[in-house]
Every structure is written in structure tokens, then in C-alpha cells.
């Protein structure tokens, strides 16, 4: 899809992704999740959804697709950290979309939320990634949640940012490989330009 065409349709759709973000923005709220400590949770998935819009027609396959992809960066943490479950999601979803594409959108949701575990690397272990290589999207996703947070830390202070600055850093090599699906589905792709954004240190 071509960058023109892609805007095209998010300016005809505006009044639908403006209630998919306020929708996103009070459920976590709903449940006192924050960004950082006091910032609002809205904060991040803002951040994803921006790169959703940035750089979205570099992986879209149809327009068709563009809600499922929009509603994902905006709900992917509401399993995880919003206390839904996969069908409470289907049934948001399908404020907006068809049958079809509410399942779209609760799989990119799905694939993203960490498995149960005590460590970081225990929520996040091989059957995780596996999900998110196999879901439509969900590469792209976790990508741009990994580039929010990363941009995030890389420009806050305080301990706790620059720590999760270097973790990011450490994980990169590993956390590229492990959601890069080697496919030439388009839907799978993962931009370049995000990934070298990823790669710039100090």
C-alpha cells in the first residue's frame, strides 16, 4: 500500500479511531494502570499507535486490514494488564469491524500478551514469540510497543529509564530474531527503518 492511500483512509476514518483510542485510554484507567509511574497508560499506547500510522503502509496487505491493525496497537496490553479476557475483546472489537476482522484484532491482541511467569524472560519465552511469528501483524505490533518503549526510556530520566534503556539494548539481537517470522507475507514484515531505529546507541 502506498504511504498517500494509507493516510487517505485514516483521515476517512478518524471518527472510528478516535473511539477505538478513548475506548483503550478509559479501560486502562479504568483499572489505575499508569505509564512510569503517574503518567497515564494512554501515554504508550499512543505511542504505538503512532507508529502504526508512521509507518503502517509499509506492512498493510489491504485496506481492509487497517482497523484490526489500529485496534491492536491500541488494546494490546488489556489482556495482559487490563484484566480482559480474549472474548471481552472480540466483543469491543466488534463495535467497529465485521466478524472477519474483530478475529483480526483479537488475534494481534492475543499474540501479544506475555505468558504467565516469575521472570521477565519466563513472560516472555519461546512459545510468546512463537505466537506473535504466526499471527497476522502482531510482528509489526511488538515492534512498534518495543520502539515506544525503547524511545521512552532513551528520553526519560531517572534509574529505573536507564536501566530498561540498556535491557532493551541488550535483548535487541535476540528480540528481533525472535519475532522476525522470515516470511514474504507482507503482514509479517518488519520495516527496516523501525528496527535501525532501534539500533542507535549513545
Known amino acids: 500500500m502506498n504511504k498517500e492511500t494509507f493516510e487517505k483512509w485514516f483521515n476517512d476514518h478518524a471518527k472510528e479511531?478516535?473511539?477505538?483510542?478513548?475506548?483503550a485510554h478509559e479501560l486502562h484507567a479504568s483499572v489505575n494502570q499508569t505509564y512510569d509511574g503517574d503518567k497515564p497508560y494512554g501515554v504508550h499506547l499512543d505511542m504505538v499507535a503512532a507508529s502504526v500510522f508512521e509507518y503502517g503502509y509499509l506492512v498493510c496487505e489491504d485496506e481492509s486490514d487497517m482497523l484490526p491493525l489500529f485496534f491492536g496497537a491500541y488494546f494490546h496490553d488489556s489482556i495482559e494488564d487490563a484484566r480482559l479476557t480474549?472474548?471481552?475483546?472480540?466483543?469491543?472489537?466488534?463495535?467497529?469491524?465485521?466478524?472477519?476482522?474483530?478475529?483480526?484484532?483479537a488475534e494481534i491482541v492475543y499474540a501479544l500478551t506475555n505468558d504467565k511467569g516469575r521472570t521477565r524472560a519466563e513472560r516472555a519465552g519461546e512459545r510468546y514469540y512463537q505466537g506473535i511469528r504466526e499471527t497476522p501483524y502482531a510482528p509489526f505490533v511488538k515492534l512498534a510497543d518495543r520502539r515506544a518503549n525503547f524511545?521512552?526510556?532513551?528520553?526519560?530520566?531517572?534509574?529505573?529509564?536507564e536501566h530498561m534503556r540498556k535491557v532493551y539494548q541488550q535483548e535487541l539481537p535476540h528480540f528481533l530474531e525472535a519475532i522476525d517470522s522470515h516470511s514474504s507475507d507482507i503482514r509479517f514484515s518488519l520495516p527496516i527503518v523501525m528496527v535501525k531505529q532501534l539500533k542507535i546507541e549513545d
Open 151 to 161: 524511545t521512552y526510556s532513551s528520553r526519560g530520566e531517572g534509574a529505573a529509564n
Open 17 to 23: 479511531l478516535d473511539e477505538i483510542r478513548e475506548t
Open 86 to 105: 480474549y472474548n471481552d475483546v472480540k466483543k469491543i472489537a466488534s463495535r467497529w469491524m465485521d466478524e472477519e476482522k474483530v478475529l483480526m484484532a
